[in-house]
């Protein structure tokens, strides 16, 4: 059975990349030729904000102050959770070594990156938990120097229960810049802050397209699109918990795609009936978004078996993936490509944006299928380094010789050539190449 759409998305993530990127080119030349003094003319154009742009202690303490202690509870339990994770993650890459030949040994060892740059969304929302998200795993990863920019509220500042949070998660400098400003100035090392040597967290179309444009100068945790996410589920599923699921990531923005995959004909049916009446039920604001991410980008796909839905979602390669569906083992098993998996009900994409410990900084638009997540890794170098007695390197020497001749490379082969000259003046070595 072919898939049937039951709806068909009329609009792509990329459709209105339209003249992002020109304009994302023009303010990053322009902030690096000219330095803080054009950052703080586009934060005043932008930001409407003309207040301090690196927080003051005292102005973090102020701020702090202002967060509720339930609150600042919850953002601590969602702190020790993703630490928790990051640090399980980290004791995974271990430094290792190996005797290739007897006496000739190579190794690996990761090495953190000196600065990193988290950008943490404050715009429409306040991402909070992207502050903790970022900040943690940087921290847990030894990275010495760790900036977080936020967009500042005119006349307000950074949101306080951001501040809180980058602050407790371990932030070295807090940053009141937004936007392709804000990227441009952890990049270049101005105000004093220290060149990221990575930028990592979501931000709208122009932070991602200055990701983008600035990869290669520093590294990226990913090149992101709108947010996506996808729910597998048969007819043992809740439809009313299906729905509410894919109206929760559809107030992400209007261009965020959500998707439903299902062998059961009367569930969909269902689920597309009750969307639209969730989504009137929001506050204005989340209702715009949700209402244009369901009118423009959402799909329904009706499958002959969970087989050709495990396929089909695979395709798509979602960042969030939400299996509501009998026999989770065996999904967990055959799903292949997303950003992170949530099985069965009784977990939600919702718990994995906020709190259980699990990144949110995820790919999207289809890079699933070769990448994950942001975690601790991100933020390390694999390096190698290697080590020999003069008496293993001869072998390798030869090797060397005569394959760098093989391949007309003259240089490589006297580096190997004069170290067995110097080491083995005695013996004689056929170091030619044979065709």
């Known amino acids: 059975m072919a898939r049937d759409y039951l709806k068909k998305a009329t609009l792509t993530a990329m459709s209105d990349a339209g003249e992002t990127h020109d304009i994302v080119r023009e303010i990053l030349a322009k902030i690096e030729a000219g330095g803080d ?57 271990t430094d290792v070594e190996l005797e290739i030949v007897p006496g000739f040994v190579a190794g690996q060892k990761a090495i953190p990156v000196d600065a990193a740059g988290c950008y943490v969304p404050g715009g429409r929302y306040s991402h909070i938990a992207s502050a903790i998200m970022t900040v943690t795993t940087a921290k847990v990863a030894g990275c010495r120097h760790i900036t977080a920019a936020s967009p500042p509220r005119p006349g307000v500042g950074v949101a306080p229960a951001i501040v809180y949070a980058a602050h407790i998660c371990g932030a070295d400098k807090i940053m009141a810049m937004g936007g392709v400003q804000g990227v441009a100035a952890m990049t270049y090392g101005l105000f004093g802050l220290p060149p990221a040597n990575i930028l990592v967290g979501p931000g709208n179309q122009f932070v991602a397209e200055a990701k983008r444009i600035l990869f290669g100068k520093v590294g990226i945790d990913m090149i992101a699109g709108p947010t996506d996410s996808l729910i597998l589920a048969d007819k043992s599923a809740d439809a009313h918990i299906v729905a509410t699921d894919l109206v929760s990531q559809a107030e992400h923005g209007y261009n965020s795609p959500v998707w439903l995959v299902t062998d059961d004909r009367a569930l969909a049916e269902k689920v597309m009936e009750m969307v639209p009446e969730l989504i009137e039920d929001l506050p204005e604001l989340n209702r715009e978004n949700a209402f244009a991410a369901w009118r423009d980008y959402a799909e329904v796909i009706l499958c002959a078996d969970r087989e050709e839905m495990a396929v089909c979602s695979d395709d798509y390669a979602p960042e969030h993936l939400t299996v509501q569906a009998e026999d989770l083992d065996w999904w967990l098993e055959r799903l292949t ?37 942001l975690s601790v890794h991100k933020y390390m170098k694999i390096v190698t380094w290697q080590r020999s007695t003069r008496e293993a390197s001869k072998g390798v020497a030869e090797a060397t010789a005569r394959i760098s001749r093989l391949e007309g490379m003259e240089g490589h082969a006297r580096a190997a050539d004069v170290r067995l000259a110097k080491y083995f003046p005695d013996e004689t070595f056929d170091l030619t190449a044979d065709e």
């Open 337 to 373: 490509c997303y950003g992170s998996l949530f099985l069965g009900e009784e977990t939600t994409v919702s718990y994995g944006d906020k709190a259980t410990g699990t990144n949110h900084v995820l790919p999207t638009s289809g890079a699933a299928s070769y990448t994950g997540g």
């Open 37 to 93: 003094a054009v950052a703080l003319e586009y934060a005043a154009k932008f930001d409407r904000y003309e207040g301090s742009i690196l927080m003051s202690e005292a102005e973090i303490e102020a701020a702090c102050a202002l967060v509720p202690e339930r609150l600042k509870a919850d953002i601590r339990f969602a702190h020790d959770n993703v630490r928790r994770f990051a640090e399980t993650q980290k004791s995974t890459l």
